[in-house]
């Protein structure tokens, strides 16, 4: 198959943008954690 | 409430319906296909929650609405979008364990979620919030389903997208599934924002199904590959 005519460049900015993302999802999965040791009774 | 509290959520819902509709379009066609028979189930629930949302900003509040918004809208929806991803990369014995647990998991919540006692009187100040249940317990069901829900649709979407940039290839279905990541997460900050008495989740959900909406269009999307003769010349 033939490689999509994309600049190195281009391949670089996406994979931060993954990378960004997947910092993004942690961090709202850290909150929601938060949210949950707020509310249980023992905390 | 003002009228951008009713008008948000009201667009989130229609754009959600429509947005099912696609998906359920594209699995009749294709039926071996459950993931997108499961996203367009998440995606009626994702639009059952715009409506309530839009129906108390026109009718005020209303404890039997505000039951369906928190099952559908705030508990359900992000788990069975992300279980549809589960069914698209997961083996088959992972998605028939997760898939029982998450029926399980799914009537439990909906026998608590009307079970559960509400202020009748309470005030919605401008979003709909899990507040007004005077059953407090109720509202510990909502983080574990949208952990759930972000582990798999957010981190469903980011794994295709990197499965695709490392082969280089099929960038159209990559800039798909970031979109579908971003748009994913745009409520689950929004639900955040909510559970510490901060507005912004009506407008994540509208970011949210807009967002994932493109992301669909671009990863079923036809492209034309080069012929081996236009390769060459």
């Given at each position: 198959m033939p490689r999509p005519e994309h600049s190195e460049a281009y391949w670089t900015a996406i994979k931060y943008v993954i990378l960004a993302l997947t910092g993004l999802m942690i961090v709202a999965l850290v909150l929601a954690l938060v949210i949950v040791l707020r509310l249980v009774p023992w905390s | 409430m003002s009228a951008i509290n009713t008008l948000l959520p009201l667009a989130s819902s229609i754009l959600s319906f429509v947005f099912a509709a696609a998906v359920f379009q594209r699995y009749v066609r294709r039926p071996t296909r459950k993931?997108?028979?499961?996203?367009?189930?998440?995606?009626?629930?994702?639009?059952?929650?715009?409506?309530?949302?839009?129906?108390?900003?026109?009718?005020?509040?209303?404890?039997?609405v505000l039951k369906i918004w928190y099952l559908f809208g705030a508990i359900l929806v992000a788990a069975w979008l992300g279980q549809g991803t589960v069914f698209l990369l997961a083996p088959d014995r992972w998605v028939r364990f997760t898939t029982i647990l998450l029926v399980g998991a799914s009537l439990f919540a909906m026998f608590a979620v009307m079970m559960a006692g509400v202020d009748p009187n309470y005030t919605v100040s401008a979003e709909l919030t899990g507040r007004a249940f005077t059953t407090t317990w109720v509202r510990m069901l909502t983080p574990f389903f949208n952990i759930y829900g972000t582990v798999t649709l957010v981190g469903g979407a980011l794994y295709s997208a990197w499965l695709f940039w490392r082969k280089?290839?099929?960038?159209?279905?990559?800039i798909g599934n970031i979109l579908i990541a971003t748009g994913a997460l745009a409520p689950a900050f929004g639900g955040v924002l909510s559970r510490f008495g901060l507005p912004g989740l009506y407008l994540g959900e509208f970011v949210g199904v807009f967002l994932m909406y493109i992301g669909f269009l671009q990863t079923t999307v036809t492209v034309a590959q080069p012929t081996a003769t236009s390769v060459a010349g």
């Open positions: - | 993931s997108l028979l499961v996203w367009s189930i998440g995606l009626v629930f994702y639009g059952i929650g715009g409506a309530c949302e839009a129906l108390t900003g026109v009718f005020g509040f209303n404890p039997l280089r290839v099929l960038p159209h279905r990559m």
